[in-house]
């Protein structure tokens, strides 16, 4: 397994309990009704620190994703990532259908074996907010989704922590087009000095969320993972007690709240987990495979 697609946080440093307690633990926290058909489930899972940790994809969690395929659940992969970043977990995933929903739910996609194609896109101006951030940050980092070609960049990103980046002959050609989302990376700056700046430039007119280091998401305002699943369960026609929702980041909380059985990863912070309806152990442990395997052992 190559590691150039891994761009997730560290371990939880978190202990772990055996997977079959972890199991035991997510039945009895889940809701009372559930659709009577899998095939009406619908597992929201987010990438980074939910499914992939730092040393990729287990392979118990892709086990319980084949499973729950196999079930006729429908597996949606939820992500603060861009087409291209996330073409390789989908990949290493073993997903035969899946829909994702990219840029924090500016970006719908149904993948098959033949690639991609685009569902449902909202885009908006980055150039108010781009402007705003190089005025409070002189120096930052800007960067935009440039569909499934990676992140057009005012300027080059740390190594490693883009897949693909290319730079921009000018700010301009960066803040000058409509994108579905906008990123920011102080890499100078502590994470909570960063998004604690950020809370006070009292942004408006866009959604946005602080990653696991001074890097955030900026995007159209109103748009969520929570609005991209809402079109997709409409689309699909299926019921809001087949809903669920796995993630550990900020931009994780829409969702979370969102679905009729949100569940925080272990290594969440306390917002995350106070926006859940129930915790699992962290990425490291399986808590998301352990998720789905009590879903699951209900039918």
Known sequence: MTSDWLITPPPSGQEGIPFAEAVARAEADLPAVLPDDPSQLLFALDIDGTMVGTHGVTDRMKQALAEAEAAGANIVIATGRGVY??????????????????????????????????????????????EQFLETF??????????????????????????????????????GRRATRLVARAPWLERDDFAQQIDEMNLVDVEYAVGWTSWVDIGPAGVTKATGLQRLVDQLELPSTGTFAIGDGENDLAMLRWAHHGVAMGSADEAVRSAADAVTTAVEHDGAAAVIRAVLNRY
């Open 85 to 130: 970043s996330t073409r390789h977990v989908v990949e290493e995933l073993g997903l035969h259908r899946s829909w994702v929903v990219c840029s924090n739910g500016s970006l719908t996609v149904r993948w098959d074996g033949d690639g991609h194609q685009v569902a449902d896109i909202n885009e908006f101006d980055p150039r108010p907010t781009g």
């Open 138 to 175: 002189p120096g930052i980092l800007l960067g935009v989704d440039v569909g499934a070609g990676g992140m057009l960049v005012s300027q080059l990103f740390p190594a490693g922590e883009l897949m693909r980046q290319e730079l921009a002959d000018s700010l301009e050609a960066v803040l």
